[in-house]
């Protein structure tokens, strides 16, 4: 009987082991899909071959048959005995559980402990029926144990769905109480100015270039990162702004109709800042005309006598000055008519970018600033537009714009050894990929590589978008790594309707397959264009 009782302790362990990862997992993506039960949905629904029914899982129901055949007609004992350690092996955690190389690890929240606890309490009833069972005498040891482990395991991803439904009033409650509380201290800061920036693409950018050159003045505050949902406007504003604080730069973010209202109840601008309209959550919103009509619902909530910071080289954007309350600021790249700010003589090279600027006074400067690319030439006159609209003389925001540092993922330029690496791994859009191919293609010295797995979350254009990408490619580089075989087909069939050599083409599995191939591939000299990491959900 000893012997049973070890088995039976092993396999639990490995059974129990498996499930809490499984669980783990899902609650990961629930994470990574902005805790969006029916996005989560899609997700597990879209991968179920992947993900839901597992080799784990048939192998499991077999042995579970066996087991049920092997106690009623042969020895329980032996089949306890060649039952649990198949079992120990079968539940062995599979790759994909495992936790490391995460671009965007799993992060505990307070939100994400509740959900978890919810999830694994649900988990562990349905184990607890089949002991129950078991013990009335409906159900052969053995097979309750099995069973009950079999289906806490397999279920994973529905205990994550049915603890979101269940925790949703009392997250709603949760939210509610924050949202509450950052209005509040944003009514007792009437002397706060509140920069709001949104646009397909560009947000933070944007948002850091625009704090950088308001700090020649003032004590600003930017929201970190891509704070940029409800909940992360009320964490800056509950948890980070202090009384000292006279400017308060925030991103806002949408994906679904009436995210922006709910932002700018939380928030309202006084100055609001739009970048562009892009093709970016065209899945979620529906068409170009919708996604333009959410972000410029931001400039008609703007303040009494508000002012609106518009990209005019977008003509989406450019529309928008019809729907601000005040005074409209518009810039320019392409010296559009009637710009408030352009820029001219613009000049690339391994440094960044030179350009001149123009202001609504008609002074010229030159402007110089390690960022590269014309969309970080766009962002940066809105944030010259946001610096004259507070006071700021060019003279003082060319000093900023000299000091701004590329920010992390976003066509960072950097050197390793003798490679050259353009680092634009944060989540592609079609305006920016083709921008960021462009700029490689200006490298005449060494070897144009690009490593990419192609561009998401753009609806029905997506492989539209994505052939089009590689027609552009093959314009531009030597070598082209494409991660993924299904993600990057429309990527590959672009590259070959403009005879882009084969031989110049390598298809990977994964980010780590690419650099592996490149180690021994890569010379001095050569320059390598990282387009897009696709977020831990889609690797």
């Given amino acids: 009987m000893w012997l049973i009782v070890v088995l039976t302790v092993i396999a639990t362990l490995f059974a129990g082991w498996r499930a809490w990862r499984r669980l783990r997992y899902f609650l990961h993506i629930f994470q990574l899909e902005g805790y969006k039960p029916d996005e989560y949905l899609s997700w597990v629904w879209e991968r179920r071959s992947h993900v839901l029914f597992r080799l784990s899982h048939r192998l499991a129901i077999a042995e579970l048959i066996l087991v049920i055949i092997g106690m009623a007609y042969w020895s329980p004992f032996w089949t306890a005995v060649i039952a649990l350690p198949l079992w120990a092996i079968t539940f062995a955690s599979s790759r994909i559980y495992r936790n490391e190389r995460q671009k965007k690890p799993l992060r505990y929240t307070n939100r994400l402990k509740r959900l978890l606890a919810t999830a694994a309490a649900l988990a562990t009833v349905v184990v607890l029926a089949g002991f129950i069972m078991w013990m009335s005498g409906g159900l052969p040891w053995l097979g309750w144990f ?45 002397d706060l100015t509140i920069v709001s920036i949104t646009g397909s693409y560009g947000k933070t950018s944007t948002k850091f270039i625009v704090a950088e050159i308001l700090r020649q003045r003032f004590n600003v ?34 994906r679904h109709p009436g995210d ?22 065209l ?50 790249v392409h010296g559009r008519e009637g710009a408030d700010i352009v820029a001219g003589s613009v000049r690339y090279g391994r440094e960044g970018a030179q350009f001149d600027v123009r202001d609504d006074t008609g002074d010229v400067r030159s402007f110089k600033t390690k960022l590269l690319g014309e969309h970080n030439v766009s962002n940066i ?27 992390e993922h976003r066509l960072q330029l950097r050197e390793e050894g003798p490679i050259t690496v353009i680092d634009d791994a944060f989540n592609s859009n079609p305006v920016g990929a083709r921008n960021a191919v462009e700029i490689l293609g200006q490298f005449r010295e060494g070897r144009r590589i690009i490593v990419t797995p192609g ?46 050599p084969e031989d110049r083409v390598r298809v990977v599995d994964s980010l780590w397959d690419a650099q592996s191939f490149l180690k021994t591939y890569l010379k001095p000299g050569d320059v390598v264009l990282y387009e897009n990491d696709l977020p831990d959900q889609y690797g």
């Avoid at 529309?319 to 600021?329: L, T």
């Avoid at 004259?388 to 003279?395: E, K, M, N, S």
């Avoid at 492989?463 to 590959?492: K, S, Y």
């Fill in 146 to 190: 099995l069973g009950g482990f079999l289906a806490a395991d397999f279920l994973a991803p529905f205990w994550v769905y049915l603890a979101a439904h269940l925790m949703a009033p009392v997250e709603r409650s949760i939210q509610s109480g924050f949202k509450r509380r950052a209005r509040m201290r944003l009514a007792e800061r009437p």
């Fill in 221 to 254: 505050l930017a929201s970190p990162s891509s704070y940029n949902t409800p909940m992360g406007l009320c964490i800056v504003i509950n948890e980070m702004l202090q009384p000292e604080h006279q400017v308060l730069v925030l991103e806002m973010g949408v």
């Fill in 260 to 281: 922006m209202a709910e932002l700018c109840s939380i928030a309202r601008p006084d100055i609001g800042v739009v970048t562009t309209i892009g093709i970016a959550h």
């Fill in 283 to 332: 899945e979620t919103m529906g068409s170009m005309e919708l996604i333009a009509q959410e972000k410029g619902t931001m400039i008609e909530q703007l303040k009494p006598n508000g002012i609106a910071v518009l990209n005019i080289d977008d003509e989406h954007v450019s529309r928008m000055a019809d729907r601000a309350p005040g005074k409209v600021w518009t810039v320019s």
């Fill in 381 to 407: 006159l809105l944030g010259v537009a946001v610096g004259r609209a507070l006071g700021l003389r060019l003279r003082q925001i060319a000093h900023a714009v000299e000091r701004l540092e590329p920010i």
């Fill in 455 to 500: 561009m998401i979350e753009l609806g029905e254009r997506q492989e539209e978008e994505n052939r089009a990408f590689g027609e552009h490619i093959a314009d531009h580089v030597d070598l082209a790594v494409l991660v993924g075989a299904r993600q990057t087909a429309p990527i590959l069939e672009g590259l070959r309707a403009r005879n882009f």
